[in-house]
């Protein structure tokens, strides 16, 4: 074989090889999303399954998948829990203590990424490292004496703990890519620290507020403790309408996975609609820099 001819089958393998190490590559992506999300996919598509049974086809085995569908499940939940003033509870508190994070976060955030506030986030930080019961007790006998157990605003207020830290710790990193010779820009215009925080730094770092109100209502729409041990018949939020199908006399696990399903997909739903703007967010605040 001439030389000639070695140098072209060498120029024709390379493209060749590149596709298939690239196929290759594209094949152990998707066999790795799917090994990750099968089973996440699998326990949800289950929940929703088992809330179409009743208590014996619920709890039989082996597990049935071709069974005679009922909606009593629904029913129950709809008609015999007060589902809608949960659902209301659940809103007012997860958006309130979003909507408090964000005022009381995003300074905090600013403050340690402009001014080497760093004590101040390693408190953050193991604040919302520590165990959600360990603050309970505390929180009840404070809130017990002046008054505020079964209050939105005792809700609110502890549902910080979930709320200020995961703003402050998304929001950090944008503020530190945030380019200096804006900020001393508007220094030399006059503007105060405090104008360059609320007329510079927020809206060049709308996306990644976004996020971190997004992910918060999501985090505080889901915790079950505090609702059950603060809360009352007043403010009782929707995570804990599923434990009132835990009684002495057994678990109704068809009205479990009907009231899970349920409170699922207001989550499901708006993490569809604004999945775009969520991971635009997280993404942007990952890269800059």
Known sequence: MSESTGVLLTH?????SRKVRKVSLKVLFY???ALISVPV????????LTSFKDGTQATAFPPLFLFQATLKNYQDVIGKTPLLTYVFNSL?????????GLVLGLPAAYSVA?????KLAIVVLIARMAPGVSYLIPWFILFSRIGLVDTYAALILTHLILTLPMT???????FEDLPHEIEEAALIDGCTWYGIFWRVAVPLTVPGIVASAILSIIFSWNNFAFALILG???TRTVPVAVFSFMTFEGVNWGGVAAAATLICVPVILL????QRYLVAGLTLGSIKG
């Open 271 to 274: 993490a569809l609609v604004i």
């Open 168 to 174: 402050m710790w998304i929001m950090i990193p944008f």
């Open 31 to 33: 066999i790795s999303l």
């Open 92 to 100: 007012v508190v997860a958006l309130g203590a979003t909507g408090l």
């Open 41 to 48: 996919l699998f326990v949800f598509y289950w929940m929703v």
């Open 114 to 118: 402009k001014f080497s506030q760093g």
């Open 12 to 16: 024709r393998t390379r493209p060749l």
């Open 232 to 234: 009352g018949d007043r």
